[in-house]
């Protein structure tokens, strides 16, 4: 099955800095990588998404890269904001038996301080 | 995209009963999916609930432990039965943009908090 490595686990950057978090997966059958970010007793919610036909995407201070010969992605946030302050989650989404499956990479908790 | 709601919200259960978690979607969606977090951990999926047919479980999580329903294309239930304390956890329900293809993104419900005594 699939395999999602995410780093670092925590992350604390100064406010204004910029903070980027590495995702690895093992899987070439996946296509889609959405990331995203979970406060503290709330749902996870999609901040940005790749598909695999795309090598980068950008939303304001928030970048995706994709790398699928090297099979790993990376979430760039700059000018980060205190309320950048979060668990991100990458992952990994592939078609398993006619259905959609995520796999979820283990998060990294970034805190950036004001 | 899709308006998901959870019930209950969260509940403290004791050990060797069941707790039957609901999730509504506010639009019509042939696959839902259950999703299993616990505390300070990443999101596993327990199961993938499509409507007319049997749910489809992961690896390390049975029907018998966490039977699931699917009545219709806007409902799931999934319960969580003979619990230990090793089953608290956040439970999330969510759904695909479409119809469950692999680009397709997921939204999640606001999750059900579950503390087993």
């Known amino acids: 099955g699939e395999n999602v490595e995410q780093h670092p686990s925590t992350l604390s950057v100064q406010e204004g800095d910029s903070a980027v978090i590495k995702c690895t997966y093992s899987?070439?059958?996946?296509?889609?990588f959405p990331w995203y970010k979970q406060e503290l007793g709330k749902r996870p919610q999609l901040i940005i998404d790749?598909?695999?036909?795309?090598g980068e995407k950008k939303d304001q201070r928030i970048a995706v890269t994709l790398n699928k010969t090297a099979k790993h992605f990376s979430l760039h946030i700059t000018e980060t904001q205190p309320e950048d302050s979060a668990v991100y989650f990458c992952?990994?989404?592939?078609?398993?038996?006619?259905?959609?499956?995520?796999?979820f990479g283990t998060g990294t908790k970034l805190q950036v301080i004001p | 995209s899709a308006v998901i709601s959870q019930k209950p919200s969260r509940d403290i259960c004791q050990r060797g009963t069941s707790l039957t978690i609901q999730c509504q979607v506010d639009?019509?969606?042939?696959?839902m999916f259950w999703y299993r977090q616990q505390p300070g951990q990443s999101l596993t999926l327990i199961a993938t609930?499509?409507?007319?047919?049997?749910?489809?479980?992961e690896s390390g999580f049975v029907i018998d432990k966490f039977p699931i329903s699917r009545p219709n294309l806007t409902f799931s239930t999934l319960t969580v039965s003979n619990m230990s304390p090793e089953d608290s956890s956040i439970y999330l329900c969510?759904?695909?943009?479409?119809?469950?293809?692999?680009?397709?993104?997921?939204?999640f419900g606001p999750g059900t908090r579950l503390t087993v005594l």
């Open positions: 639009s019509q969606v042939t696959m």
């Open positions: 609930a499509n409507q007319g047919s049997e749910a489809t479980y």
């Open positions: 899987d070439s059958a996946s296509n889609y």
């Open positions: 790749i598909r695999s036909n795309v």
């Open positions: 992952a990994a989404s592939k078609e398993s038996g006619g259905y959609q499956k995520v796999t």
């Open positions: 969510s759904v695909p943009t479409r119809g469950g293809a692999s680009t397709d993104t997921q939204y």
